[in-house]
């Protein structure tokens, strides 16, 4: 397990706890009650550090290292039952964007989603979940057959940003997402998008356009990273903490600003902490909204969907 530097105190107290575990398996030593006492201390500190989380610590936290990606989810929720489809039909197969049909129970789901690596040779053949123009058009694609079949989408959001090489931009990076913005806004099946790690930028919008768009607790949504953010306005990354709490990124953030539906609540620690309990809170989330979605016709979805996005923004001053 790996821990952030805000989690420090828990480590400690985990250790000891360890610790005490041992000793009391080597000696005679009746060790029930200190150990109690540990486990309620860490309960406690485990509770106060994850109850007063700051906007930065949210986005150390959608970073963490054994935070699950895409994959997991969609190999818990589906199964054996996920069929993954590739490439494009123009460039080739982008492996930072995966998609592919899945079963939930007996309902059919499209599912697409930036995938990330999870060591040094995996984060580079998935290009550390930065997806390229062919990626947002074998995204397309997928969701145009999910429509010809009507089979609802899930996305799942996990991403720093597009692709920003010289090739994405000779293969129109722009384009393309600007085409799936536009595509998802009029697709006549259910949209259900899930923001599980990091939303940046137009690399996320790219997928992100949904009927319900679900943001899991902690993690973030927004226009650019805070430390880029902190390197335009100061020059420097020192202050991405600053530009994290500016930029008004958190879940609690978007819920009030009306730019998502709903907040998904993780186990304490995250979602790295209690993976199967994450999986399954997804899964009846994902459920849940398409059992509400399924009852609209498909003009009704586009409607709704159009409108939506339509009152974002809006000041009434």
Known sequence: MEYLDFELPIKELEEQLDKCMIIGE???VDVTETCKQIEKKLADTRKEIYKNLTAWQRVQLSRHPNRP?????INAICGDTFLELHGDRNVKDDKAMIGGLGKIG????????????YNTKTRQYRNFGMANPEGYRKALRLMKSAEKFNVPVVCFIDTPGGAA?????ERGQGEAIARNILEMTRLKVPIIVV????????????IGVGDKVLMLENTWYSVISPESCSSILWRSWEYKEVAAEALKLTATDMKKLKLIDEIVREPAGGAHANREKTFDVVKNKIL???KA????????LV?????KYAQMGVFNG
């Open 26 to 28: 080597e000696s005679e």
């Open 69 to 73: 990606y895409t994959l997991d989810y």
């Open 106 to 117: 007996d309902q059919s789901f499209m599912f697409i989603g930036q995938q990330k690596g």
């Open 165 to 169: 090489g010289i090739e994405a931009e």
């Open 195 to 206: 923001i599980i790690g990091e939303g940046a930028s137009g690399g996320a919008l790219g």
């Open 288 to 290: 849940t909204q398409f």
């Open 293 to 300: 979605l399924e009852k609209l016709s498909p003009k009704e």
């Open 303 to 307: 409607n709704t969907r159009m409108d």
